[in-house]
């Protein structure tokens, strides 16, 4: 089997003597591990001794200002940055990049994701797929477009255990991003989710 046709997880990840990168996106709804698979993806190749940069919004103070941090609180060492043009500046000479709350992003997301495949790096990205209302969340619908692996999370419906898709707001707000955690949503599955008034 050739290296590009391997699974994500068990590939030997990128070498700086390769020439090409690839995009890999994790996307699903809150509480579906997407940011502990990105942590496990990069830690794995720190194991490989591939340097490894990690980036995220600065909207999404949660639990860090300079960390990225998973809901079950494995963390990894992250740059928090106001743009995509930032993540492009701050690349630097890393082979592995991560890219975490990617919704967050402005939609030139793709083409500094595009831009960093180019030039020879294994961009992962994770992020939500959809808003709280179901409706695709740009850029990751972008995204999924121009990679070469995805993964799709999912989490447990807390209403009836079934795996679910969807991010249920608890809380009243109707703006798109309100910044939470279990204290504004839950996962819920297609059948328990109930869509939100207009
Ligand atoms: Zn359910």
């Not at 609180?73 to 890219?99: F, K, Q, Y």
């Not at 989490?155 to 910044?179: H, K």
């Amino acid at each position: 089997m050739n290296r590009e046709a391997r699974p994500v997880d068990d590939s030997p990840v990128t070498h700086p003597t390769h020439k090409t990168g690839w995009i890999e996106v994790i996307c699903g709804p809150m509480f579906s591990g997407k940011t502990e698979e990105l942590i496990r993806r990069l830690r794995r190749a720190q194991i490989a001794r591939l340097r490894v940069a990690i980036f995220k919004p600065k909207i999404d103070n949660r639990f860090s200002e300079d960390r990225v941090v998973s809901h079950s609180d494995v963390s990894l060492p992250s740059v928090a940055v106001s743009s995509s043009a930032e993540i492009l500046e701050r690349a630097s000479v890393a082979h592995v990049l991560g890219i975490d709350e990617a919704q967050f992003f402005d939609a030139d997301l793709v083409n500094v994701c595009k831009e960093l495949a180019n030039r020879g790096v294994r961009v992962i990205v994770a992020g939500l797929d959809q808003d709280y209302r179901t409706v695709p969340f740009e850029p990751i619908p972008h995204l999924l477009a121009e990679a070469e692996y995805i993964t799709k999370t999912l989490a447990i419906c807390v209403r009836c255990g079934a795996p679910a898709n969807r991010t249920y707001r608890l809380s009243e707000e109707s703006e798109r991003v309100v910044v939470g955690a279990s204290d504004r949503y839950e996962a819920r599955c297609r059948s328990c989710y109930i869509k939100p008034k207009e």
